[in-house]
Protein backbone atom coordinates (compact mmCIF):
# COMPACT_ATOMS: atom_id res chain seq x y z
CA UNK A 1 0.00 0.00 0.00
CA UNK A 2 1.10 3.18 -0.65
CA UNK A 3 1.32 6.10 2.13
CA UNK A 4 -1.81 7.49 2.06
CA UNK A 5 -3.82 3.95 1.72
CA UNK A 6 -1.76 3.07 5.10
CA UNK A 7 -2.85 5.63 6.98
CA UNK A 8 -6.82 5.16 5.17
CA UNK A 9 -6.52 1.87 7.02
CA UNK A 10 -5.25 2.71 10.29
CA UNK A 11 -7.55 4.66 10.53
CA UNK A 12 -10.51 2.62 9.64
CA UNK A 13 -9.34 -0.38 11.91
CA UNK A 14 -9.17 2.50 15.06
CA UNK A 15 -12.67 3.52 14.06
CA UNK A 16 -13.95 0.13 13.46
CA UNK A 17 -14.17 -0.96 17.09
CA UNK A 18 -15.82 2.17 18.04
CA UNK A 19 -18.84 0.98 19.90
CA UNK A 20 -20.02 5.39 19.85
CA UNK A 21 -19.99 5.04 16.03
CA UNK A 22 -21.61 1.77 15.89
CA UNK A 23 -24.33 2.30 17.95
CA UNK A 24 -24.63 5.44 15.70
CA UNK A 25 -25.00 3.93 12.23
CA UNK A 26 -27.23 0.90 13.24
CA UNK A 27 -29.94 3.45 14.67
CA UNK A 28 -29.56 5.70 12.09
CA UNK A 29 -32.65 5.87 9.49
CA UNK A 30 -31.00 7.69 6.85
CA UNK A 31 -27.65 6.74 7.39
CA UNK A 32 -28.37 2.49 7.78
CA UNK A 33 -29.88 2.13 4.76
CA UNK A 34 -27.20 3.54 2.67
CA UNK A 35 -24.64 1.60 4.17
CA UNK A 36 -26.97 -2.13 3.99
CA UNK A 37 -26.60 -1.02 0.40
CA UNK A 38 -22.98 -1.02 0.37
CA UNK A 39 -22.45 -4.09 2.69
CA UNK A 40 -24.37 -6.60 0.20
CA UNK A 41 -21.46 -6.97 -2.20
CA UNK A 42 -19.64 -8.46 1.45
CA UNK A 43 -22.14 -10.07 3.24
CA UNK A 44 -25.46 -12.11 2.07
CA UNK A 45 -27.75 -10.41 4.11
CA UNK A 46 -29.19 -10.25 7.72
CA UNK A 47 -30.69 -13.64 8.00
CA UNK A 48 -29.65 -17.54 7.32
CA UNK A 49 -31.91 -18.09 4.62
CA UNK A 50 -30.19 -15.32 2.96
CA UNK A 51 -27.00 -17.18 3.65
CA UNK A 52 -27.61 -20.83 2.87
CA UNK A 53 -29.16 -19.16 -0.60
CA UNK A 54 -25.09 -17.55 -1.06
CA UNK A 55 -23.81 -20.74 -0.17
CA UNK A 56 -25.94 -22.69 -3.28
CA UNK A 57 -24.62 -20.02 -5.59
CA UNK A 58 -21.46 -20.49 -4.40
CA UNK A 59 -21.71 -24.31 -4.92
CA UNK A 60 -23.72 -24.15 -8.39
CA UNK A 61 -20.28 -21.65 -9.50
CA UNK A 62 -18.44 -23.95 -8.86
CA UNK A 63 -16.49 -23.11 -5.56
CA UNK A 64 -16.73 -24.49 -2.31
CA UNK A 65 -18.21 -22.28 0.35
CA UNK A 66 -17.54 -21.27 3.74
CA UNK A 67 -20.54 -19.38 5.93
CA UNK A 68 -20.36 -17.28 9.36
CA UNK A 69 -22.55 -15.79 11.14
CA UNK A 70 -21.07 -12.64 12.27
CA UNK A 71 -20.55 -11.49 15.50
CA UNK A 72 -17.50 -11.14 18.13
CA UNK A 73 -16.53 -10.21 21.38
CA UNK A 74 -19.93 -11.19 22.74
CA UNK A 75 -20.12 -10.51 26.77
CA UNK A 76 -23.53 -11.81 27.73
CA UNK A 77 -24.14 -15.68 28.47
CA UNK A 78 -27.61 -15.31 27.31
CA UNK A 79 -26.01 -13.53 23.79
CA UNK A 80 -23.62 -16.42 23.48
CA UNK A 81 -26.32 -19.23 23.64
CA UNK A 82 -28.27 -17.38 20.77
CA UNK A 83 -25.27 -17.14 18.60
CA UNK A 84 -24.10 -21.32 19.68
CA UNK A 85 -27.92 -21.85 18.38
CA UNK A 86 -27.89 -19.72 15.50
CA UNK A 87 -24.43 -21.70 14.42
CA UNK A 88 -26.14 -25.17 15.38
CA UNK A 89 -29.23 -24.21 12.84
CA UNK A 90 -27.22 -23.19 10.50
CA UNK A 91 -25.27 -26.53 10.56
CA UNK A 92 -28.09 -28.32 10.00
CA UNK A 93 -29.73 -26.78 7.76
CA UNK A 94 -26.04 -26.77 5.72
CA UNK A 95 -26.70 -30.74 6.27
CA UNK A 96 -30.59 -30.87 5.08
CA UNK A 97 -29.47 -29.20 1.45
CA UNK A 98 -26.61 -31.67 1.68
CA UNK A 99 -24.15 -28.62 1.45
CA UNK A 100 -20.51 -29.66 2.68
CA UNK A 101 -19.90 -26.24 3.61
CA UNK A 102 -17.01 -24.70 6.00
CA UNK A 103 -19.09 -22.64 9.54
CA UNK A 104 -16.09 -20.52 10.79
CA UNK A 105 -16.89 -18.32 14.06
CA UNK A 106 -14.84 -16.14 16.80
CA UNK A 107 -14.64 -18.35 20.01
CA UNK A 108 -15.37 -14.51 21.36
CA UNK A 109 -18.39 -15.19 19.79
CA UNK A 110 -19.69 -17.91 21.51
CA UNK A 111 -18.34 -17.74 25.31
CA UNK A 112 -14.23 -17.17 25.59
CA UNK A 113 -15.20 -13.26 26.95
CA UNK A 114 -16.85 -15.08 29.22
CA UNK A 115 -14.93 -18.23 30.27
CA UNK A 116 -12.52 -20.88 28.76
CA UNK A 117 -14.78 -23.31 29.59
CA UNK A 118 -18.13 -21.95 28.00
CA UNK A 119 -16.05 -21.54 24.94
CA UNK A 120 -15.01 -25.20 24.68
CA UNK A 121 -18.63 -26.50 25.94
CA UNK A 122 -20.10 -24.72 22.92
CA UNK A 123 -17.18 -25.55 20.74
CA UNK A 124 -17.98 -29.05 21.23
CA UNK A 125 -21.54 -29.06 21.00
CA UNK A 126 -20.93 -27.73 17.41
CA UNK A 127 -18.13 -29.74 16.19
CA UNK A 128 -20.55 -32.85 17.60
CA UNK A 129 -23.57 -31.14 15.47
CA UNK A 130 -20.74 -30.76 12.19
CA UNK A 131 -19.70 -34.25 12.25
CA UNK A 132 -23.22 -35.72 12.22
CA UNK A 133 -24.14 -33.17 9.26
CA UNK A 134 -20.85 -33.62 7.48
CA UNK A 135 -19.78 -29.82 8.17
CA UNK A 136 -16.43 -28.70 8.81
CA UNK A 137 -15.87 -25.89 11.25
CA UNK A 138 -13.17 -23.24 11.01
CA UNK A 139 -11.91 -21.61 14.47
CA UNK A 140 -11.21 -17.59 13.11
CA UNK A 141 -8.37 -15.99 14.59
CA UNK A 142 -8.08 -12.65 16.57
CA UNK A 143 -6.41 -10.31 18.44
CA UNK A 144 -3.17 -11.15 19.40
CA UNK A 145 -3.85 -10.92 23.31
CA UNK A 146 -6.67 -13.95 22.45
CA UNK A 147 -3.70 -16.25 20.86
CA UNK A 148 -2.51 -17.95 23.83
CA UNK A 149 -6.66 -18.56 24.08
CA UNK A 150 -7.71 -19.62 20.72
CA UNK A 151 -5.24 -22.09 20.60
CA UNK A 152 -5.28 -23.81 24.04
CA UNK A 153 -8.81 -24.07 22.72
CA UNK A 154 -8.50 -25.19 19.34
CA UNK A 155 -6.08 -28.29 20.40
CA UNK A 156 -8.55 -29.19 22.93
CA UNK A 157 -11.38 -29.87 20.41
CA UNK A 158 -8.81 -31.04 17.78
CA UNK A 159 -7.84 -33.77 20.09
CA UNK A 160 -10.94 -35.46 19.56
CA UNK A 161 -12.57 -33.73 16.08
CA UNK A 162 -10.18 -33.90 12.79
CA UNK A 163 -13.08 -31.52 11.49
CA UNK A 164 -12.48 -28.60 12.85
CA UNK A 165 -9.84 -26.04 11.86
CA UNK A 166 -7.83 -23.21 13.01
CA UNK A 167 -6.93 -19.69 11.11
CA UNK A 168 -3.01 -18.77 11.76
CA UNK A 169 -1.96 -14.33 11.06
CA UNK A 170 1.24 -14.63 9.69
CA UNK A 171 1.74 -10.95 10.61
CA UNK A 172 2.16 -12.23 14.39
CA UNK A 173 6.03 -12.94 14.72
CA UNK A 174 4.69 -16.00 17.12
CA UNK A 175 3.16 -17.77 14.10
CA UNK A 176 6.04 -19.59 13.44
CA UNK A 177 6.08 -21.60 16.21
CA UNK A 178 2.30 -21.89 16.57
CA UNK A 179 2.41 -23.60 12.74
CA UNK A 180 4.72 -26.43 14.27
CA UNK A 181 2.32 -26.65 17.28
CA UNK A 182 -0.59 -27.26 14.97
CA UNK A 183 0.78 -29.56 12.18
CA UNK A 184 0.09 -32.47 14.24
CA UNK A 185 -3.37 -31.89 14.61
CA UNK A 186 -5.73 -32.93 11.72
CA UNK A 187 -7.71 -29.83 11.28
CA UNK A 188 -7.10 -27.61 8.29
CA UNK A 189 -4.78 -24.74 8.75
CA UNK A 190 -6.08 -21.35 7.30
CA UNK A 191 -3.39 -18.61 6.43
CA UNK A 192 -4.28 -15.21 6.85
CA UNK A 193 -1.98 -12.24 6.39
CA UNK A 194 -3.55 -10.62 9.24
CA UNK A 195 -6.31 -7.89 9.13
CA UNK A 196 -5.81 -6.54 13.32
CA UNK A 197 -3.81 -3.38 14.20
CA UNK A 198 -0.84 -4.77 16.17
CA UNK A 199 1.98 -3.43 17.93
CA UNK A 200 5.27 -2.79 16.38
CA UNK A 201 6.98 -5.25 18.35
CA UNK A 202 5.04 -8.43 17.67
CA UNK A 203 4.10 -8.01 14.15
CA UNK A 204 5.24 -7.53 10.63
CA UNK A 205 4.23 -5.27 7.83
CA UNK A 206 2.43 -5.92 4.80
CA UNK A 207 5.83 -6.57 2.86
CA UNK A 208 7.95 -8.72 0.85
CA UNK A 209 9.23 -9.95 3.83
CA UNK A 210 5.60 -11.20 4.28
CA UNK A 211 4.70 -12.54 1.69
CA UNK A 212 7.62 -14.54 1.59
CA UNK A 213 6.99 -16.05 5.14
CA UNK A 214 3.34 -16.96 3.70
CA UNK A 215 5.34 -19.13 1.33
CA UNK A 216 7.36 -21.05 3.85
CA UNK A 217 4.43 -21.20 6.25
CA UNK A 218 2.33 -23.01 2.85
CA UNK A 219 5.32 -25.22 1.77
CA UNK A 220 5.85 -26.67 5.46
CA UNK A 221 1.71 -27.64 5.43
CA UNK A 222 2.25 -28.72 1.70
CA UNK A 223 5.36 -30.95 2.56
CA UNK A 224 3.35 -32.43 5.54
CA UNK A 225 0.39 -33.59 3.04
CA UNK A 226 -1.75 -31.13 6.20
CA UNK A 227 -5.05 -29.46 4.84
CA UNK A 228 -4.59 -26.51 4.10
CA UNK A 229 -6.55 -23.15 3.05
CA UNK A 230 -4.77 -20.08 1.09
CA UNK A 231 -6.71 -17.03 2.32
CA UNK A 232 -5.79 -14.33 0.46
CA UNK A 233 -6.43 -11.73 -2.28
CA UNK A 234 -2.77 -10.90 -3.53
CA UNK A 235 -2.39 -11.78 -7.05
CA UNK A 236 1.20 -11.42 -7.01
CA UNK A 237 1.10 -13.94 -3.78
CA UNK A 238 -0.62 -16.19 -5.64
CA UNK A 239 1.25 -16.32 -8.26
CA UNK A 240 4.48 -17.69 -6.62
CA UNK A 241 2.81 -20.20 -4.84
CA UNK A 242 1.40 -21.55 -7.97
CA UNK A 243 5.05 -21.00 -9.35
CA UNK A 244 6.42 -23.29 -7.03
CA UNK A 245 3.64 -25.55 -7.42
CA UNK A 246 1.99 -25.22 -3.91
CA UNK A 247 -1.58 -24.53 -5.28
CA UNK A 248 -1.90 -27.67 -7.74
CA UNK A 249 -2.32 -29.98 -4.23
CA UNK A 250 -5.77 -31.96 -3.38
CA UNK A 251 -5.74 -31.05 0.65
CA UNK A 252 -4.88 -27.19 -0.31
CA UNK A 253 -7.59 -24.68 -1.06
CA UNK A 254 -7.48 -21.36 -1.92
CA UNK A 255 -9.99 -18.81 -0.11
CA UNK A 256 -11.66 -15.52 -1.05
CA UNK A 257 -14.03 -13.55 0.55
CA UNK A 258 -17.77 -12.59 -1.53
CA UNK A 259 -17.78 -9.67 -3.10
CA UNK A 260 -14.00 -9.52 -3.86
CA UNK A 261 -11.61 -10.70 -6.61
CA UNK A 262 -14.08 -13.17 -7.91
CA UNK A 263 -12.58 -12.74 -11.46
CA UNK A 264 -9.21 -14.25 -9.81
CA UNK A 265 -10.49 -16.62 -8.23
CA UNK A 266 -12.56 -18.21 -11.38
CA UNK A 267 -9.26 -18.02 -13.04
CA UNK A 268 -7.75 -20.46 -10.92
CA UNK A 269 -10.68 -22.78 -10.86
CA UNK A 270 -10.19 -22.68 -14.39
CA UNK A 271 -6.60 -24.00 -13.49
CA UNK A 272 -8.12 -26.69 -11.73
CA UNK A 273 -7.42 -25.63 -8.29
CA UNK A 274 -9.71 -25.85 -5.37
CA UNK A 275 -11.53 -22.73 -4.37
CA UNK A 276 -13.94 -21.49 -2.11
CA UNK A 277 -15.89 -17.85 -1.09
CA UNK A 278 -16.51 -16.94 2.42
CA UNK A 279 -19.56 -15.37 2.63
CA UNK A 280 -21.21 -13.86 6.34
CA UNK A 281 -24.58 -13.16 7.29
CA UNK A 282 -26.38 -11.57 10.12
CA UNK A 283 -26.82 -8.17 11.34
CA UNK A 284 -23.53 -7.25 12.94
CA UNK A 285 -22.42 -6.58 9.56
CA UNK A 286 -20.58 -3.46 10.19
CA UNK A 287 -17.31 -3.73 11.64
CA UNK A 288 -16.64 -6.98 9.31
CA UNK A 289 -17.37 -4.61 6.27
CA UNK A 290 -14.88 -2.24 7.83
CA UNK A 291 -12.43 -4.52 7.99
CA UNK A 292 -12.94 -5.55 4.41
CA UNK A 293 -12.35 -1.71 3.63
CA UNK A 294 -9.46 -1.16 5.62
CA UNK A 295 -7.87 -4.64 4.67
CA UNK A 296 -7.71 -3.13 0.80
CA UNK A 297 -8.53 0.19 0.74
CA UNK A 298 -9.57 0.50 -2.76
CA UNK A 299 -12.87 -1.63 -1.96
CA UNK A 300 -14.09 1.65 -0.85
CA UNK A 301 -15.02 2.80 -4.29
CA UNK A 302 -16.99 -0.29 -4.84
CA UNK A 303 -18.61 0.19 -1.99
CA UNK A 304 -19.75 3.74 -2.44
CA UNK A 305 -20.96 2.92 -6.06
CA UNK A 306 -23.23 0.26 -4.66
CA UNK A 307 -24.41 2.44 -2.36
CA UNK A 308 -25.11 4.92 -5.46
CA UNK A 309 -26.82 2.36 -7.72
CA UNK A 310 -28.41 0.38 -5.34
CA UNK A 311 -25.91 -2.89 -5.03
CA UNK A 312 -26.58 -3.48 -8.65
Request: hydrophobic share 40%; net charge negative; aromatic share 8%.
Amino acid sequence: MHTEAIRFSKSLKSIARDQHVKAYIQNSKELYPLLVKGAQRFVAGETRPEGIARVKQTFQAGHEASIEFIGENTTSEEACMSAVQEFSELIKDLGSHDLQATVSFDLSHIGMMISDEMAFTHLEKLAKEADKNDVQLMTSMEESQKTDAILSLYKKIAASFSNVGITLQLQLKRSAGDLEELLPYPGRIRLVKGAYEEPDDIHIPRSKALNERYIEFAAACVERDHPLSIATHDENLLFALKSKGLLHQPNVEVEMLDGVRHDLLNALREEKIRTKVYTTYGTEWYLYVVHRIAEHPPNIYTFLSDIIDGGN
